[in-house]
């Protein structure tokens, strides 16, 4: 799946709290982070507004410290044009 963070159940329960979807959760959380810049994807005005929705999401720790618990060994993004990731070195 080429966008795994939408349909991810950790993401999707946290979504459930917060009344927001799991991609919006995913969004929070990436802008939540010190350094970050998020650039989602979204053609559909619907997407956008979407997007920009998740500005509102508060977290609290107890969200950051689930989220930061999801495993980190797999790609929840990989678009067509990207390089091979997970290339041997």
């Known amino acids: 799946m080429r966008f795994r963070a939408s349909s991810d159940a950790t993401l999707a329960g946290l979504g459930r709290k917060h009344g927001c979807s799991a991609a919006q959760m995913a969004i929070a ?5 010190a350094g ?3 650039t989602p994807k979204a053609a ?3 997407s956008q507004k979407s997007n920009l929705d998740a500005l509102g999401i ?3 720790d107890e ?5 930061a618990a999801l495993p980190k060994d797999q790609r ?3 678009p ?8 041997a070195a």
Do not use: G, H, N
């Open 76 to 78: 929840f993004v990989r």
């Open 44 to 46: 559909r005005p619907e």
């Open 36 to 38: 970050v810049i998020v």
């Open 63 to 67: 969200d950051r410290a689930t989220i």
């Open 80 to 87: 067509p044009f990207a390089p091979d990731w997970d290339a």
């Open 29 to 33: 959380w990436l802008l939540d982070q």
């Open 58 to 60: 508060r977290l609290d």
